[in-house]
């Protein structure tokens, strides 16, 4: 497997990827679960735990998973037959550097496309989330359907609802996704510090890095939260600021669009008004 991990280094050396590696099937499993990735690369041996059950795995906590899968022709055969739906490409051995960077290229620009082709759908579904919203009465339930919901359609490694204290003029997590447990129960954030805060002060969204060149604070605020992309929004009720919906990236996969600010925005609309209503 370590030659395998080395042609891919190589191959993608060049390009800006932020790429990470396994040493065996159950590492890769592992880093899945903790991490979000666009795409993955793994070879197919026909027995044990191969690339196409970890494909399959990793799909069944994030169906978007794009995969290359390279191994022997007759192997193949039976890996595309088994494997789930979803946007991959297979790269018969032996191959060239080039023939695997072009399989990645154009999964990778095959699950771009269709990110984009569901976001043009995406009228109908944002008038059925709403119904959705509306009808959950249970706060709880409310909080983790609204983050569950975000996650999706963002494609975020990270998702936190919180909701501002105004006697303390404080925030704290009411539901996340990405986040260890530890910091759901202990943040607070205290309302004009940090990325969260700054959005609770000034009651407008945030898209980061993009205005983090004229703001020297959030770019440090970046660095100290291991985000290299965010979208920060208020979420806002009659007028007044009731609590903050983060959605953040890791060093790795694209940043967040304008059509995901636009997506997010309209989210946060209706899930301020279900929870003022809940």
């Given at each position: 497997e370590q030659g395998l991990i080395q042609a891919v280094r190589r191959s993608l050396a060049e390009k800006d990827l932020d790429i990470e590696t396994a040493s065996g099937a159950r590492e890769a499993i592992e880093l899945g679960s903790k991490e979000r990735f666009d795409l993955l690369v793994a070879r197919v041996r026909g027995v044990g735990l191969d690339g196409a059950e970890v494909v399959a795995t990793i799909r069944r906590a994030d169906p978007t998973l794009a995969a290359v899968l390279v191994g022997d022709g007759p192997i193949m055969d039976d890996a595309a037959r088994s494997l789930p739906s979803g946007t991959q490409s297979f790269v018969t051995e032996p191959f060239t550097g080039g023939e695997l960077m072009r399989a990645v290229e154009e999964t990778l620009g095959r699950r771009r496309l269709q990110r984009e082709n569901k976001r043009l759908k995406a009228a109908l579904p944002l008038f059925e989330i709403s119904?959705?919203?509306?009808?959950?009465?249970?706060?709880?339930?409310?909080?983790?359907?609204?983050?569950?919901?975000?996650?999706?359609?963002?494609?975020?490694?990270?998702?936190?609802?919180?909701?501002?204290?105004?006697?303390?003029?404080?925030?704290?997590?009411?539901?996340?996704?990405?986040?260890?447990?530890?910091?759901?129960?202990?943040?607070?954030?205290?309302?004009?510090?940090?990325?969260?805060?700054?959005?609770?002060?000034?009651?407008?969204?945030?898209?980061?890095?993009?205005?983090?060149?004229?703001?020297?604070?959030?770019?440090?605020?970046?660095?100290?939260?291991?985000?290299?992309?965010?979208?920060?929004?208020?979420?806002?009720?009659?007028?007044?600021?009731?609590?903050?919906?983060?959605?953040?990236?890791?060093?790795?996969?694209?940043?967040?669009?304008?059509?995901?600010?636009?997506?997010?925005?309209?989210?946060?609309?209706?899930?301020?008004?279900?929870?003022?209503?809940?």
């Amino acid at each position: 497997e370590q030659g395998l991990i080395q042609a891919v280094r190589r191959s993608l050396a060049e390009k800006d990827l932020d790429i990470e590696t396994a040493s065996g099937a159950r590492e890769a499993i592992e880093l899945g679960s903790k991490e979000r990735f666009d795409l993955l690369v793994a070879r197919v041996r026909g027995v044990g735990l191969d690339g196409a059950e970890v494909v399959a795995t990793i799909r069944r906590a994030d169906p978007t998973l794009a995969a290359v899968l390279v191994g022997d022709g007759p192997i193949m055969d039976d890996a595309a037959r088994s494997l789930p739906s979803g946007t991959q490409s297979f790269v018969t051995e032996p191959f060239t550097g080039g023939e695997l960077m072009r399989a990645v290229e154009e999964t990778l620009g095959r699950r771009r496309l269709q990110r984009e082709n569901k976001r043009l759908k995406a009228a109908l579904p944002l008038f059925e989330i709403s119904k959705t919203l509306m009808s959950e009465v249970d706060l709880s339930r409310l909080f983790d359907l609204i983050g569950k919901i975000v996650w999706e359609e963002t494609e975020a490694d990270r998702v936190s609802l919180m909701l501002l204290d105004e006697a303390t003029q404080e925030l704290t997590i009411k539901a996340a996704l990405g986040l260890p447990p530890e910091v759901v129960n202990k943040a607070k954030v205290k309302v004009g510090r940090g990325i969260a805060g700054w959005v609770a002060k000034t009651a407008e969204p945030l898209m980061l890095p993009e205005q983090a060149e004229t703001m020297p604070h959030l770019k440090a605020a970046m660095v100290q939260e291991e985000v290299s992309s965010a979208l920060c929004m208020p979420l806002i009720a009659k007028g007044r600021v009731i609590g903050v919906l983060n959605s953040s990236k890791r060093m790795r996969g694209a940043p967040f669009t304008s059509s995901d600010l636009e997506l997010l925005s309209i989210l946060c609309g209706q899930a301020a008004i279900a929870i003022e209503n809940a």
